[in-house]
């Protein structure tokens, strides 16, 4: 079934190409799932209530208010990602794996006059990992009932694309026909009226979203903590999608042997956002948090280009390779609201139990540029996005120096109901365990994360491909308070 989302991007086809963005890359930068310290990630994230670790500033900036003393430290990450697809029966695996900076960042703790009801104000600076984009996905299978190129033909003879900026066209893989005075263009396929092809697809992903938050709290008679952050973000990604088709030997008339086409496409940009929270405890064993990011505004910048590559079974006839000049464009993003409740219930020194919610509308973000209009692309937002929830819980048992946790965290997907991808929420489960003496502490955690999406090698039948995907991440960090 051709889902409308899709097929409105693809009307606007050639204006993607040019302005090298659509809506499906503000979610991308939209819908992270964060990094911190060991600590923070193997409880599920929930700290928003809790506070008193340095990841918290990038959630509930009153978390900082906490500390009684100084804090200064480093976690690092190990990543391993797993991705299986599977089309038409086959299944194809890749892995990556890749090291990183998950968290880093230091709380300095200003004791204030003993008479005095307001008893800390602290200031903090932190970095935390947002997002990791490394991931590798190996498509492969076959389709007996249409092709690329039908795209790539159907586009040329509307109008969407221009020949002269048809890579297909330029590495006559298209063809053009002026019969009865008609201008119309066709591909071996669709003349022949007969199709086969394996079809193989790999895309390889790169980057990073980071934030850094800087941070100010203030402890107003050990019951109320209030705070803000003021974050900024850099984002750094790159993608390189290679599409292929080998026509089958037992498909005649087709004079086609391959075609590769490969897209490569690079953003990098910034944003700024602020926090504004609260931490209440009404009795000691309690603690009721509440907070809110500011929509993040990017300023991004896009660089695309893509490539051809043809053979066919007649030696006379050459196929030009296709390279296109290299689009850049620069544009805007705005990604949501969002509001976070927490709650936590601390038992004394034996442990805690903390829980809280996100809850934001992906139907808000927006795209805009000064030399484009994306009043198309911001209606498909409006159209299938809705406002989603996120949970995220975690506890954690003290035995003297040591302690053991453990998380849980799910992220609803931002698709409404009627999109295929409405299902594709992430799960995720961690454990870790620390260990602190008076001044130093250190931390371990595991992450694991699952998620099934589809895959859509383009806007046509039987072009959809399952994908699993699985991350593992190992994190690390080492600290000390003095």
Do not use: C
């Not at 030696?315 to 949501?336: G, T």
């Not at 601390?346 to 973000?365: C, F, N, P």
């Not at 383009?458 to 995907?469: A, E, G």
């Amino acid at each position: 079934m051709i889902k409308k989302a899709l097929l409105i991007s693809f009307l606007s086809v050639f204006a993607l190409i040019v302005s090298g963005q659509d809506y499906r890359d503000i979610l991308r930068y939209s819908n992270a799932m964060p990094l911190g310290t060991a600590r923070f990630t193997s409880m599920g994230g929930a700290f928003s209530a809790l506070g008193g670790d340095m990841s918290v500033m990038a959630y509930n900036p009153a978390g900082t208010g906490i500390y009684r003393r100084s804090d200064i430290g480093l976690t690092l990450g190990w990543t391993s990602t797993n991705v299986e697809s599977t089309y038409n029966g086959t299944v194809i695996e890749a892995d990556n794996m890749n090291m990183h900076l998950s968290n880093i960042g230091f709380v300095v703790a200003n004791p204030l006059r003993d008479d005095s009801e307001w008893k800390f104000v602290n200031i903090g600076i932190s970095y935390n990992q947002l997002a990791n984009f490394d991931r590798m996905v190996d498509m492969e299978g076959y389709n007996g009932d249409n092709s690329y190129l039908d795209i790539e033909t159907y586009e040329l003879n509307e109008g969407y694309v221009k020949p002269d900026e048809s890579p297909f066209f330029n590495s006559t893989v298209i063809f053009l026909d002026t019969v009865n005075g008609e201008i119309s263009f066709y591909n071996d396929y669709n003349r022949s009226g007969l199709y086969g092809a394996n079809i193989t697809k790999s895309i390889q992903e790169r980057g990073r979203i980071g934030e850094w938050n800087f941070n100010i709290s203030a402890n107003y008679n050990d019951i109320l903590f209030i705070g803000a952050s003021v974050g900024v973000e850099s984002i750094n990604y790159r993608q390189t999608s290679i599409y292929s088709e080998y026509p089958t030997a037992g498909v005649p008339n087709i004079a086609l042997v391959n075609f590769s086409y490969k897209e490569h496409f690079y953003t990098k940009g910034s944003g700024a956002n602020l926090k504004l929270g609260l931490i209440y405890k009404p009795i000691q064993q309690l603690r009721i948090g509440a907070s809110l990011r500011t929509p993040t505004i990017y300023h991004l910048t896009d660089l695309y280009y893509e490539e051809l590559t043809a053979a066919i079974a007649t030696p006379d006839i050459y196929y030009p390779e296709y390279l296109s000049p290299e689009y850049e464009s620069s544009w805007m993003a705005v990604k949501p609201f969002v509001f976070t409740g927490s709650g936590a219930v601390v038992i004394g020194k034996y442990g805690t139990v903390s829980a809280e919610i996100d809850v934001l509308d992906y139907g808000k973000m927006n795209l805009s540029s000064d030399d484009y209009d994306f009043k198309s692309e911001n209606r498909v937002i409006k159209e299938t996005f809705e406002r989603t929830y996120n949970l995220r819980t975690g506890a954690e048992v003290r035995a003297g120096l040591l302690t053991l946790r453990g998380g849980f965290a799910f992220y609803q997907s931002p698709y409404k109901p009627e999109y295929e991808n409405s299902y594709a929420h992430t799960y995720q489960i961690s454990g870790g365990a620390g260990m602190k003496t008076e001044r130093v502490y250190f931390d371990i955690a595991y992450l694991y994360r699952t998620k099934n999406e589809k895959h859509y090698l383009y806007d046509m039948p039987n072009t959809t491909v399952d994908i699993k995907n699985t991350q593992g991440t190992f994190l690390l960090t080492a600290g000390i308070r003095f």
